[in-house]
């Protein structure tokens, strides 16, 4: 069982920087890619980054140049950190893992934008 757990959201005001972590449960390796995603209600979830186990990264348009995507695979554990935060960006990020055999995500954790 493949468990996932984010942590490192909250409330930050524009312009500042979070950084969000997703442990998982045993090596990071084993999977294909990592990924984090974001949901505001009412919208569909949009994909963010993602980090392969090769360490090739890639990102969305509207965040390249401000989030970073890295991983440790010592501490099994992949980040996500964002700068130059604007209100846009406020929603609940999740991460998921890849494998050949599915996907699974973590429960989320909220960041929220506002002066």
């Known amino acids: 069982q493949v468990q996932l757990v984010e942590s490192g959201g909250g409330l930050v005001q524009p312009g500042g920087s979070l950084r969000l972590s997703c442990r998982a449960s045993?090596?990071?390796?084993?999977?294909?890619?990592m990924e984090w995603y974001r949901q505001v209600p009412g919208k569909e979830r949009e994909w963010v980054a993602i980090?392969?186990?090769?360490?090739?990264?890639r990102y969305v348009d509207s965040v390249e140049g401000r989030f970073t995507i890295s991983r440790d695979n010592a501490r099994n554990t992949i980040y996500l950190e964002m700068n130059s935060l604007r209100p846009e960006d406020t929603a609940a990020y999740y991460c998921h893992a890849t494998r050949i055999l599915g996907g699974h995500w973590g429960q989320g954790t909220q960041v929220t934008v506002s002066s």
């Open positions: 045993g090596s990071i390796l084993r999977f294909n890619s």
């Open positions: 980090i392969t186990s090769g360490g090739s990264t």
